[in-house]
């Protein structure tokens, strides 16, 4: 007999994970292989078991003859964790659900924009009906923080230790403490570190390219901006280690820069 009755065998809650996004140029799996191993330097756990949601877009068209069985297991050699498949048409999606995969959807933002009018084109007759109905409104007020709040950075005060992992949603990551060896600290924004930077830092990690990784002494074993890694299996230059630093996109290059002369590495 269960000691407590009320104790439920299982709960379904909600909850969320970080995965990376696995981008495919190409079908061929010896040639996303090779693509990999040099990817990952041979570093054995380079990409330390994270989740992975394939994503199909930048196919230049959609076969239907993907292996998505040696895919996965492909990538799991590689300590990626396939999860889901992002940008499948639907006529895939019954190989997908059934290689254990789920359908990742993104709902594309609104593109279409209205033309200017130019002298002398005759005005569209729903748009002037808009314009006599619409009331009239006082001058706009100047924008600020108490109409459009700011997103609040998430600020970490202690150190982050080997096997932890931060995430910072939606916002910019601090953290004034340091950032041990097999840490991980990852924000959809900017990353500053006031301290030593010794672990795995992750900026734009839902694609932001502008993001930024700034460290008082950057000494990472991985950074990544927007997805594009870089590691430093013989550590940095020696100008730049320890020293006060940041990290960010140079197309597809990752660019570290000293803080105090800008020369970059």
């Known amino acids: 007999m269960p000691k407590n009755k009320t104790r439920k065998p299982i709960e379904i809650k909600i909850a969320t994970v970080v995965a990376v996004s696995v981008i495919l140029h190409d079908v061929d799996l010896s040639v996303l292989d090779n693509a990999l191993k040099e990817m990952t330097g041979g570093i054995s756990d380079f990409f330390d078991n994270e989740f992975a949601v394939i994503d199909i877009a930048a196919l230049e068209d959609s076969p239907n003859d993907i292996d998505w069985g040696a895919l996965v297991r492909l990538l799991k050699t590689y300590q990626l964790n396939a999860v889901a498949v992002r940008n499948a048409p639907e006529s895939m999606h019954p190989a997908v659900i059934g290689n254990g995969l789920s359908i990742d959807t ?41 109409t459009f709040p700011l997103q609040q950075p998430m ?65 990472p074993e991985l950074v990544s901006i927007a997805g594009v890694y870089r590691t430093f299996e013989n550590g940095l230059p020696a100008e730049l280690k320890g020293q006060a630093a940041q990290v960010r996109l140079n197309g597809d290059r990752i660019d570290v820069i000293s803080l105090n002369s800008a020369s970059r590495a």
């Open 106 to 146: 993104v709902i594309a933002p609104r593109t279409d924009s209205i033309a200017p009018l130019t002298a002398g084109q005759p005005i569209d007759e729903s748009a002037a009906d808009v314009e006599q109905v619409a009331p009239s409104t006082p001058p706009a007020s100047p924008v600020t923080s108490a």
């Open 155 to 219: 600020i970490v005060d202690t150190p982050v230790r080997a096997g932890q992992k931060i995430y910072a949603r939606g916002t910019d990551l601090i953290i004034t403490a340091m950032v041990n060896n097999g840490a991980e600290i990852i924000a959809d924004g900017s990353i500053h570190v006031y301290a030593p930077l010794r672990g795995r830092a992750l900026a734009g990690a839902s694609g932001d390219t502008e993001a930024r990784i700034f460290a008082t002494a950057m000494e």
